[in-house]
């Protein structure tokens, strides 16, 4: 069977599609280090030329005699021209929503990047097509031995000749740009997303793998790949369900592991959803039901760490993989635990030891060194009761529920107690330490808040007049669906309801829920224009969660010497 695509595939026709033919001169080969001395570029559509853009530039120094006898641009032509300040935005206007093309591209787009950079403008991330590569890709040795402008100019009798001068070299790659698109048009190339992917070299196994494409549907959803003995290879998720998986077998996925997964794959079978939400949320159940070889996103949605008080007389702080009611986290490692560990002990007193101490302490036995630094107050032998000892216990879990801050007030005097006697090096491990408690405590508070919820209803605008809508039920989530443009909402969300999957909420401060998929859920949820539609109880963080202190956070996120003196 061909591998061309019919008509309902191609993305965008390439005589529809707006390319920006550009050429630049410039005082050296450098990006970096020297400068442009002229823009010339041809806007052109359906093999039309639609508009032309060219100027001198005041490179701001002298242009070296060799890059004069080159260009024939001088140093009294340029004496009264436009400085780059001036002709780069009007270039970047020009070309605005257009794909870029130029001969040997990398040289051209590098130095308008960099351009971009020195002067504080945005790169607007353009297609780019190369003249040279495309050529290369399409023209055999024999036909074009060199595959210089001036030679690819001459093969396909441009109008045009190239003379080292920006527009007139611009004029001539257009000429040449539409020769190539001759060539590849006769191949099935016809949208400009084929091109792309025709660029590149493609083994012929490549291609013939692309008819596991031919059935996936133009929707949002998630795609499997299976493996000879229908085992799942690999799972992942689009918006255009059909687009995304033809990518795969095309040059534009470069990635080794996954050309490997695609040879050894043999069926492709897809998951229609009703909006990114469901194909993200189905993404993670499928992950951790499969555990996909080839894929690098989490496989085990319980593999967080979570930091628990044990139950005995004077309790520590453990770590543990299976939270249960006042565990704080969830943490993605054992590192990060064991940060929020060290701030909770600093910060409440619990003591940092593991031994297990009966509530009568062990009499006659002797404290160990924290002890004697005044880091423990050495209940292991009896020189604190469990009554004395239990301020410290009730400090974390209402820190953990957040009902009391005066934790991390604690810390963060201790900090100013270490900048003000100069101990810079324990300030910083200890506001490193209090960053990962902050983090984790309103992250863990926000999602508890969700889990709590038994069931919410909430709705975002798609972007043809439509709603989306998602049933959440103690954090995970129930139904999703849409109505689209025209469509009543209320009776879809009523159905929504009546037909969401039934969640019974287990013990543990996300009822049970895994931490990947509520954290999903709550991105969704805090997106610009998401609704409420209903909700069974109100959905709120505790009055003093700590959601109070993201502004330190953000210091010491990103202006760390304004907590600290520096070093």
């Excluded at 249960?324 to 940092?352: D, I, K, N, Y």
């Excluded at 049933?471 to 969300?493: D, E, Q």
Aim: charged letters at 25%; glycine letters at 8%; aromatic letters at 6%.
């Amino acid at each position: 069977m061909s591998g061309q695509l019919v008509f309902d595939e191609l993305g965008t026709p390439l005589r529809e599609t707006t390319f920006v033919v550009f050429d630049l001169e410039t005082t050296g080969g450098s990006a970096e280090a020297d400068a442009i001395t002229e823009f010339g570029a041809v806007k052109v559509r359906g093999g039309e030329v639609i508009g032309e853009f060219a100027t001198l530039v005041d490179p701001g120094r002298g242009i070296p005699p060799e890059i004069v006898t080159l260009t024939g641009i001088t140093n009294a032509m340029v004496h009264a021209a436009p400085r780059l300040e001036a002709v780069l935005p009007a270039f970047l206007e020009f070309a605005a929503g257009s794909v870029l093309v130029a001969h040997n591209a990398g040289f051209d787009v590098g130095f308008v990047k960099a351009a971009c950079r020195r002067l504080g403008y945005a790169w607007p991330k353009s297609t780019v097509v190369c003249t040279v590569r495309l050529g290369r890709r399409v023209l055999s040795r024999e036909e074009a031995p060199s595959c210089r402008l001036s030679a690819l100019a001459a093969l396909f009798r441009a109008t045009t000749t190239p003379i080292h001068r920006a527009l007139a070299d611009a004029r001539a790659t257009v000429d040449v740009l539409h020769g190539l698109l001759e060539r590849v048009g006769s191949l099935g190339v016809q949208s400009l997303e084929e091109l792309l992917d025709y660029i590149p070299e493609v083994t012929a196994a490549q291609r013939r793998k692309r008819t596991l494409a031919e059935d996936v549907p133009n929707e949002p959803g998630v795609y499997l790949f299976r493996g000879p003995s229908d085992e799942v290879l690999y799972v992942g998720t689009a918006s255009d369900l059909r687009r995304r998986v033809r990518q795969y077998f095309t040059a534009g996925e470069t990635r080794r592991r996954l050309r490997e997964m695609v040879a050894l794959a043999d069926r492709v079978d897809t998951i229609t959803c009703a909006h990114p939400l469901e194909a993200e949320v189905r993404e993670l159940r499928l992950l951790a039901a499969h555990k996909p070889a080839y894929n690098r996103k989490s496989k085990n949605p319980r593999g967080g760490w979570w930091v628990v008080l044990t139950e005995e007389p004077f309790p520590r702080l453990s770590l543990v993989r299976r939270a249960r009611e006042g565990a704080l986290g969830p943490f993605r490692s054992r590192g990060h635990a064991e940060e929020a560990v060290f701030a909770l002990q600093e910060g409440t007193g619990v003591r940092p030891c593991a031994l297990r101490i009966p509530s009568s302490g062990v009499p006659g036995g002797s404290a160990c060194a924290l002890a004697e630094l005044g880091r423990c107050a050495a209940p292991c032998v009896g020189g604190q009761s469990v009554e004395e000892y239990e301020p410290a216990v009730v400090a974390v879990g209402e820190l953990v529920a957040g009902r009391n801050l005066d934790v991390l007030a604690r810390l963060a005097r201790g900090l100013a107690e270490h900048a003000a006697a100069e101990r810079f090096e324990q300030a910083g491990v200890d506001r490193d330490r209090m960053r990962t408690l902050i983090r984790a405590l309103d992250k863990g508070q926000r999602l508890a808040a969700l889990a709590t919820v038994a069931e919410l209803v909430a709705a975002r605008p798609d972007s043809l007049g439509g709603w989306e809508f998602a049933v959440v039920r103690h954090g995970r989530l129930a139904s999703a669906g849409v109505a689209r443009r025209g469509v009543a909402p209320m009776p879809v969300v009523e159905a929504l309801v009546a037909s969401a999957e039934t969640v019974i909420p287990e013990d543990g401060p996300l009822r049970g829920a895994p931490a990947e998929e509520v954290s999903v859920v709550l991105r969704w949820l805090d997106k610009p224009g998401t609704r409420m539609v209903r909700c069974s109880t109100p959905w709120s963080e505790p009055a003093h969660a700590a959601a109070r202190w993201r502004p330190w956070l953000e210091r010491a996120d990103h202006a760390r010497t304004s907590l600290l003196p520096r070093d």
